[in-house]
């Protein structure tokens, strides 16, 4: 039998990259199941949402920007704590990084571990991995919910912790008055979730009800095409708590046998990949998932922290 290649680690090929413009100075950007990003104008500033995983590459989004929009950036968002998420950060030059208060804390718990772990699974995405400065430190946390006036007749941004998911620290970003959402690693379109540092209970149940409740018409996710109307928002949302669900029931059902942890695995896959399982990052996630949540299952409440020695680990185990 060949063994699977780690991760992400031989997914080298470049990713069709796509910019929409969803509504008078919103924009997202999406690119075949990798990390999504996105942009809103206010009267005269931006605020970015997400700042994916180097400065190189994130340079290369604004770029793309720049082709639309001067405007200066005032306020980089960050959904949440991961790497390919946060690292770019200083290419956008931004007066104030927000973030919710428990990503502050994550970053400092374990922004190091993540950073190993996170350019160790996925290379391609470390673009010029050598110009990241440092950890990203947000500049201004919050606790629930904190509305950005975008000036004019452009009305508000409203960014809003709906509770644990992800990770402990996920916020969306909201346009009332635009009804688009975007909503990070919450939801996912058809591109596999990475749940290794998630809270499932949570998320598949109040979280996700948190976000549907909105009434999104328009939602770009963490990764996966922008979903347009009610009807492909909801199902984007119902996909990814279905994913949840299915988890939370295998993987429960082999710990209540007294199974083993590549039991639960091995149901889990045989479970999830009729739908799932061409998606997106599908094999390279599921080991870290099923370990996150078989630790869940059994009273770990809080994720333990990945390292690049325990990445390799769990893979070995699992995906051998």
Request: glycine share 10%; charged share 25%.
């Amino acid at each position: 039998m060949v063994a699977k290649a780690f991760a992400s680690s031989a997914d080298l090929g470049e990713k069709e990259q796509t910019l929409e413009v969803l509504g008078d100075g919103v924009y997202a950007l999406t690119a075949e199941g990798d990390p999504n990003i996105g942009a809103i104008e206010g009267e005269d500033f931006l605020v970015c949402f997400e700042a994916l995983a180097t400065p190189v590459a994130a340079r290369e989004w604004l770029a793309k920007l720049r082709e639309h929009t001067e405007k200066p950036v005032r306020y980089l968002v960050l959904s949440h704590y991961h790497a390919v998420r946060v690292l770019g950060a200083s290419a956008f030059d931004a007066e104030v990084i927000v973030a919710h208060e428990n990503t502050r804390a994550l970053v400092a718990e374990r922004g190091k571990e993540d950073w190993a772990s996170e350019f160790g699974r996925m290379p391609r995405l470390a673009k010029a991995a050598d110009s990241v400065p440092g950890l990203t430190w947000p500049t201004l946390t919050f606790s629930d919910r904190l509305t950005i006036d975008l000036g004019g007749d452009r009305g508000d941004l409203v960014l809003q912790y709906c509770g644990r998911g992800h990770t402990e620290g996920d916020i969306v970003a909201w346009l009332p008055r635009q009804k688009i959402l975007y909503a990070g690693d919450l939801v996912e379109a058809e591109a596999a979730l990475y749940t290794g540092d998630a809270f499932h209970r949570d998320w598949s149940s109040s979280t996700l009800d948190g976000v549907q409740a909105l009434g999104a018409e328009a939602l770009i996710g963490g990764r996966g095409a922008v979903s347009h109307g009610r009807d492909a928002v909801d199902a984007a949302i119902e996909q990814t708590r279905d994913f949840l669900r299915v988890m939370i029931r295998e993987v429960g059902a082999v710990r209540e046998a007294g199974g083993t942890l590549k039991e639960a695995f091995e149901r889990t896959h045989a479970a999830l990949a009729p739908r799932y399982g061409k998606w997106p990052i599908f094999e390279h996630c599921l080991p870290f998932d099923v370990s996150r949540l078989w630790d869940e299952l059994g009273g770990i409440e809080r994720p333990v922290i990945w390292t690049a020695e325990r990445d390799r680990e769990v893979w070995d185990q699992l995906q051998s």
